[in-house]
């Protein structure tokens, strides 16, 4: 019995023999930074459908100014101007107190639907705003003339991000004051858009007694605002 006390006793003593000792610790500090890609340029998508990629079109005949930007940017494409034709019109249209609706025409060979894109690939904010203004006529002439889009679809490359559309799926667009169209819900990363089927949903409405003989050619001033978040 005295000999079993004795081995407990003599593993004990070497048990504590090998106990590490701290004599000394510190730390070591790592860290990584990311910021907006500015310099990588890219393509908007396809604004019919923005997880594919944009397909080859002729530029003259796009009814979409495509604009590339910076892959961690803001940017926008705004729709080819507008064609809203060449009409006959007389004493009886003129004086008949009527505001003239006439539709928007197509593009030769166009390729694809008109509309707007919108590209945000910030990573530091999400609110941003579309609006629109129509300018003064370049005759000073049909002053009270309006432009409506209607039947607008917006769209999204990411799942739950599709823009909303402010004034709803029509948007009427004066010369008194800029009106919001298109804006992040609440966040809209990636490509998105906002289509129209057909080019006669864009309709230019002119007061009937402000018309005069000749051609008067006005401007859509499309501003994308970024906002405070």
């Known amino acids: 019995m005295t000999k079993i006390k004795l081995l407990s006793a003599l593993a004990l003593a070497v048990f504590a023999a090998n106990a590490a000792t701290v004599v000394s610790a510190d730390q070591t ?7 907006n890609d500015t310099t990588t340029i890219v393509t ?17 005949n796009d009814p979409i100014v495509i604009t590339d930007g910076p892959s961690g940017g803001l940017f926008f494409s705004p729709p080819a101007p507008f064609n809203f034709g060449s009409h006959k019109v007389g004493a009886t249209d003129i004086f008949s107190g009527k505001i003239l609706d006439y539709d928007g025409e197509p593009r030769p060979n166009q390729p ?3 509309g707007v894109i919108v590209y945000d ?3 530091d904010k999400d609110d941003w705003t579309l609006s629109a203004k129509l ?15 209607e039947n607008v679809t917006p769209l ?37 858009s906002a289509v129209w089927d057909n080019f006669s949903d864009v ?12 051609t008067h050619k006005a ?9 405070a978040n």
């Open 156 to 192: 999204s490359e990411f799942t739950g991000q599709i823009p909303l559309l402010i004034q709803g799926p029509k948007t009427e667009i004066t010369q008194t004051s800029s009106v919001d169209f298109l804006k992040s819900n609440p966040k809209s990363k990636g490509t998105t």
């Open 29 to 35: 500090v790592g860290s990584i930074e990311f910021d």
């Open 203 to 214: 309709k230019i409405h002119v007061p009937a007694k402000e018309i005069t003989k000749g």
């Open 44 to 60: 908007p998508k396809d604004p019919e459908d923005p997880t594919k990629p944009l397909p080859p079109s002729v530029d003259l």
């Open 219 to 227: 401007t859509v001033y499309w501003t994308l605002v970024a906002g």
């Open 135 to 149: 300018s003064e006529f370049d005759t000073k002439k049909l002053a009270g003339t309006t432009i409506t889009i």
């Open 112 to 114: 694809r639907k008109q």
């Open 121 to 123: 690939g910030r990573i």
